[in-house]
């Protein structure tokens, strides 16, 4: 009998118990990977967005509108390559309000923003199509929106002049991101184009939300956001200028305590599988004592006893755990299907990872205390069952 | 038979105390699904009650036509005058309309520990008549705010959360200095915002003599069609008028549903594997005492009472475990004070609310897992051949 099946046989000694353990440390961990997926969307740094663009913002705070008239002043700033504008259409479409529309300046969304990628035919055309508008692949596939389409849309903060809250757009190009991450981001936005926005508009036509200004050199960052906010000191309309990642941080982090909510629970469980595994590792050593004291009389030494009962230990965890994990991978997959492209629970690798860490975490703290005890064990002793 | 049951259940219970290790599994295990059952929905529940607590029955709130919240929404103040003559509107203690325009401007603060990134608070710009709108909002400490001046009060949840909104200290917006000169407590959705006189407001944010949302106070709760059928036909508006309640309401649905659903796939989940735990302590209890449950039978003790006594034990101990679990989700959390982004894109602070509905139901799953935890080992032990098991070692 191989070492490995000696170990394995062991493990199986009392099959009920080893599966009611085995399936609590499924369960466990089928929670640790939806949860730990979920922690990573609230504590998200979003890395792939790069250090090669700011977002201006009001002081006041971004849902306060900045004039136009900015645009020329930024872009003259040095450092600063080119100006995007955007401003928020709080669009609309079939009772969704979960869609990032923004009414932007085409030719600058595709020199500022070179991370969506489309045709450049489909360029051209959002160019030149006053009531055109493009959408980001994944949401595009949500609706079913093709090119050639016409869009209806509300908005609930725009009319247009005659009153109407109705808007029709031509969806002239879809885009994607250009590697994966971006592809993400295509998920909730579109945009429209702010020439016509600003004519046909009841108001707010003369007004951008936030400027999002690529920079020449990514070392920059800081001394072009301090000359802008200079620039608009005391000013009415006082800016506040930070990297777009840090942007975005501060939009996750509006969430607010919520994250920290889910790793209370992640503590709870762990928690609670320590002491089911420890107590189940701890009764079957214990149950075997005379065993071991058998397997040392046969000229196993210490070590190799101890080794034995941890490899127990461990095949337990790591097999509870891996299925666990592979149980979340499914069915993170489904609940982000079900919840829509706003909630991406997605256990990947970097989840993956953290749970190897939780299993090895978790076999070596309930296995070492059962194995330390086997190991020390006299031989004398146990055989006379004392 | 029932002495028997008595018998056998006391016996099993008083030797607990010598096998503490495995029971104690039954014990943490319940305590950790009902702390986080309890947990997640007492945090659902405060939230739900902040916001609809914040409305009234016999208030109405008047928006632009599809706008859908105070923060997309903004109308002229012509618009805003004809609005306060609609009929249906009661009187307030001037004798005037009880109605007031608000305008809502989002503004940033950095929340306690934080340094860098702000999150959004709602700064309401009210007239006199939001006050008598909202009977409940109570000054603490300070004063009201001087019409006419840049002076502002804060709510106590903001307060509380935020850094730089203490009575004395001043914020700094559109190139202006506003003094906090007071802090306002309501026990709702009012206390996560910061309010300021309408017309300084309306001129620091340029917003001319225009409002966001008009408020009224209705003369009995079903005034309210009154004043909708009366405003849906006046052409020169184009406006929505809620009940103010169901306005709050609205914005809780979307949250709680969340939590809710992240409440229960983690109940369940957790309860699988609580079950197995429990399933796990209840075979092995029976096991060691294979001998004992034999000799038992073999003096003429029938099988029901034994495997009551196995039912009872577990569900006994789930019981335990679920009230630790509930006193732990108790001392943890009630009361706590937490903030999130609520629909109208700015924070919203509240409390989580332990109840005691909440904490009976939280107990309740405890003993139905508890129960089926007991179910299969009890049944085995009831079914033992006697011989056999005597002769076990």
Redo the contacts between chains.
């Keep these: 009998m191989t070492k490995t099946g000696f170990i394995l046989a062991n493990l199986f000694h009392k099959k009920?118990?080893t599966w009611?353990?085995l399936?609590?440390v499924v369960?466990?961990f089928?929670?640790f990977g939806?949860?730990q997926s979920l922690n990573l969307v609230f504590s998200a740094s979003p890395d792939f967005i790069g250090a090669t663009r700011l977002v201006t913002q009001s002081?006041?705070?971004f849902?306060?509108s900045l004039p136009m008239r900015m645009v020329p002043e930024m872009d003259a700033i040095p450092g600063v390559q080119r100006v995007m504008y955007q401003q928020w259409f709080?669009a609309v479409y079939r009772e969704n309000?979960q869609i990032f529309a923004f009414a932007v300046d085409p030719e600058r969304l595709h020199e500022v923003y070179p991370e969506w990628v489309m045709p450049e035919e489909h360029w051209n055309a959002f160019r030149g199509t006053r009531t055109g508008m493009i959408a980001g692949r994944l949401l595009a596939d949500q609706y079913g929106w093709k090119v050639g389409d016409k869009i209806p849309l509300?908005s609930?903060?725009f009319?247009q002049k005659n009153?109407s809250?109705d808007w029709t757009f031509d969806l002239v190009g879809i885009y994607d991101g250009k590697d994966a991450q971006w592809q993400q981001q295509t998920a909730g936005g579109m945009y429209i184009n702010h020439a016509y926005f600003a004519e046909a508009t009841q108001f707010g036509g003369g007004n951008a939300g936030i400027f999002v200004l690529r920079l020449e050199d990514p070392d920059m960052a800081e001394s072009v956001a301090m000359t802008v906010d200079k620039r608009y000191?005391?000013?009415?309309?006082?800016t506040?200028t930070?990297t777009e990642k840090?942007f975005q941080?501060?939009f996750l982090?509006?969430?607010?305590?919520?994250g920290?909510?889910v790793r209370?629970?992640l503590f709870?469980?762990f928690?609670?599988?320590l002491?089911?595994v420890g107590?189940?590792m701890?009764?079957s050593v214990r149950e075997r004592v005379p065993q071991f004291a058998v397997l040392k009389t046969l000229g196993f030494s210490d070590n190799s006893v101890l080794g034995f009962v941890l490899a127990e230990t461990v095949a337990l965890c790591a097999i509870g755990g891996l299925l666990g994990l592979s149980l979340a991978t499914l069915l993170g997959a489904g609940i982000s299907k079900a919840a829509g492209p706003m909630m991406p629970v997605a256990v990947d690798g970097r989840v993956w990872l953290s749970g190897v860490i939780a299993i090895v975490v978790l076999s070596l703290v309930v296995g070492l205390l059962p194995a330390l005890r086997a190991r020390r064990l006299k031989i004398v002793d146990a055989l006379a069952g004392r | 038979m029932f002495r028997q049951i008595f018998a056998i259940t006391g016996l099993n219970l008083r030797s607990i105390p010598q096998r503490w290790g495995p029971s104690l599994v039954i014990v943490i295990g319940l305590a950790g699904v009902v702390a986080v059952f309890t947990a997640l929905l007492a945090m659902a529940q405060g939230f739900q009650a902040t916001l609809q607590d914040a409305g009234r029955t016999d208030n109405a709130i008047v928006l632009r036509g599809g706008s859908g919240a105070e923060l997309n929404s903004g109308f002229g103040g012509d618009s805003a005058d004809i609005i306060k003559l609609g009929p249906g509107i009661r009187k307030g203690s001037d004798g005037k309309p009880l109605a007031s325009g608000e305008i809502i401007v989002i503004t940033e603060l950095l929340k306690k520990g934080e340094t860098i990134n702000a999150a959004n608070v709602t700064l309401r710009g009210v007239e006199p008549a939001s006050f008598e709108l909202r009977p409940q909002l109570k000054i603490i400490e300070g004063r009201r705010f001087e019409p006419g001046l840049r002076e502002i009060i804060v709510g106590a949840g903001v307060a509380r959360l935020f850094d730089g909104a203490g009575v004395g200290e001043t914020l700094s917006m559109r190139g202006s200095d506003w003094t906090v000169v007071g802090i306002f407590e309501a026990g709702d959705a009012n206390d996560s915002e910061m309010w300021a006189d309408a017309g300084t407001a309306q001129s620091t944010f340029n917003r001319g003599n225009g409002f966001s949302a008009v408020r009224v106070g209705l003369e009995s709760p079903e005034s309210l069609e009154t004043l909708k059928a009366a405003l849906a036909a006046d052409p020169r508006l184009t406006v929505e008028v809620l009940q103010e309640q169901a306005y709050y309401s609205a914005q809780t649905g979307q949250f709680r549903a969340t939590i809710s659903v992240l409440a229960g796939v983690v109940t369940l989940i957790m309860a699988l594997g609580a079950i197995f735990a429990a399933l796990n302590t209840m075979y092995a209890a029976v096991a060691t005492r294979t001998r004992e449950i034999a000799t038992l039978r073999a003096i003429g003790f029938g099988a029901t009472p034994v495997l009551v006594s196995v039912m009872v034990e577990a569900v006994v101990l789930a019981f335990v475990g679920g009230v630790a679990g509930a006193f732990i989700a108790w001392a943890m959390f009630d009361n706590l004070s937490v903030s999130t982004l609520g629909q109208s894109f700015t924070q919203v602070v509240f409390a989580f609310q332990v109840s005691l509905p909440l904490v009976l139901s939280g107990l309740a799953i405890a003993m139905v897992i508890g129960f089926i935890g007991g179910l299969l080992p009890a049944v085995r032990a009831a079914r033992m051949q006697v011989t056999t098991a005597l002769r076990t070692q």
């Design positions: 009920t118990r009611l353990t399936l609590s369960m466990a089928v929670l939806l949860l002081r006041v705070s849902t306060q709080g309000p509300q609930n903060i009319p009153g809250k000191e005391n000013s009415a309309d006082e506040k930070q840090d941080v501060g982090k509006q969430l607010g305590d919520i920290l909510i209370w629970i709870a469980v928690f609670t599988l002491l089911v107590n189940t701890a009764q």
